[in-house]
């Protein structure tokens, strides 16, 4: 028997307490997650395209793959968070705390990371092609093999 994803799309959760919710794949599309708390949650692979996660607590969530395109994080806490292969193209992360988050292999092409706060993040072989990153704090963060403009393609 297999597993359907949990569909949410749209809904309104604003200021929920989804502390440790296990969110599995669900579909969370153009949710209204503002204020929310979803610390440690697991939200890994879960559908977040659209969504608003203004102010939402997601310290130490699991969002590795998840699909968080043109998603609104602004000031958003995912400090020690798991964002690995994690989609975050076009997504607002304006004043949003990434302290020692997990953003390996992450696509973060076109976000909007103005004034975040990324000390001691892992950005190992994230993709930040055309990202805004002015003001924001990388101090102490792993830049291996980081993609920060169009790779040229092979001849």
């Known amino acids: 028997m297999s597993r359907r994803p949990m569909s949410l799309k749209g809904v309104n959760l604003s200021g929920a307490d989804l502390t440790e919710a296990n969110l599995w794949g ?21 559908n977040l395209t659209g969504a608003d996660l203004t ?10 793959g998840a699909d968080l395109f043109q998603a609104n994080l602004f000031q ?12 975050l193209t076009e997504a607002n992360l304006t004043e949003a705390n990434l302290t020692e988050a997990n953003l390996t292999e992450a696509y973060l092409t076109l976000a909007n990371l103005t004034g975040a706060n990324l000390t001691g993040a892992d950005l190992s072989r994230a993709n930040l092609w055309g990202a805004t990153l002015t003001g924001a704090d990388l101090s102490g963060a792993l830049l291996i093999d980081t993609v920060w403009k169009d790779p040229s393609p092979e001849r």
């Open 26 to 46: 669900a579909d969370l599309t153009e949710a209204n997650l503002t204020e929310a708390n979803l610390s440690g949650a697991n939200l890994s692979w879960a």
């Open 76 to 87: 958003a806490d995912l400090s020690g968070a798991n964002l690995s292969m994690a989609n």
């Open 55 to 64: 102010e939402a607590d997601l310290f130490l969530a699991d969002l590795s």
